[in-house]
């Protein structure tokens, strides 16, 4: 599937959580170490979620007409449930059965995203909008230590370390990487560019002021 290249960064991230998604499936028991999926929660997968809640999808009800609520309720509900869950197996109360339903919802929030959030995005903005979009999720990325529209390291380079060195975005002042710029919207759901259209992610161009 074709991605724009301003979620190009989520994107990528997600093939890292279905990795881990995938080794919760395959425990085999309630024993196996749950340190490495926790160090790839903390250095990276938790500031993931962060960065759909407080920049994607806020920008998405900003700069599109065609906003769909029931889908960005769906994503926080699944990010809530999932935090918890994290919260769980950190305090030693998950079994086997919960790491493994733990994989299987981690797979399908990824498949959901991909198959449906990110394509009902791209097709509701316009090509100034996805820019200004893409320009918000570069900065907040590019916070976090990870090159613009880049990609965060395999699984076998999240090491404690580099779990620790890395910083929110939403941990210091200012915008949080959102322009106070405000994009024309599509003038109807659908209208916007095709997948892999638009500016670079890096763009800091801003679209012309809408008119109050």
Avoid: C, Y
Avoid at 73 to 85: Q, S
Avoid at 111 to 123: D, K
């Amino acid at each position: 599937m074709k991605r724009a290249a301003e979620l190009h960064g989520l994107s990528h991230d997600h093939h890292q959580v279905l990795h881990w998604a995938l080794e919760l499936k395959r425990s085999e028991s309630a024993d196996d170490p749950a340190q490495p999926f926790l160090d790839f929660w903390h250095g990276h997968a938790g500031e993931h979620f962060r960065v759909e809640e407080e920049v994607l999808l806020p920008g998405w009800a900003q700069l599109s007409d065609s906003f769909d609520e029931s889908m960005a309720t769906r994503v926080l509900g699944e990010h809530l449930a999932m935090r918890a869950e994290v919260l769980r197996l950190e305090a030693g109360e998950f079994g086997l059965d919960a790491r493994r339903a733990l994989g299987k919802a981690l797979e399908r929030h990824v498949r959901f995203e991909e198959r449906e959030l990110f394509p009902a995005i791209e097709a509701g903005l316009d090509e100034a909008a996805l820019a200004e979009l893409g320009a918000r999720l570069a900065q907040a990325e590019g916070e976090l230590g990870q090159p613009p529209g880049g990609r965060a390291a395999g699984p076998a380079e999240r090491t404690i370390s580099s779990a620790g060195s890395r910083k929110s975005p939403f941990d210091r002042g200012g915008t949080n990487g959102r322009s106070d710029a405000r994009s024309g919207r599509s003038s109807r759901p659908g209208s916007g560019a095709a997948p892999g259209g638009g500016s670079a992610p890096g763009s800091r161009s801003t679209p012309p002021k809408r008119g109050r």
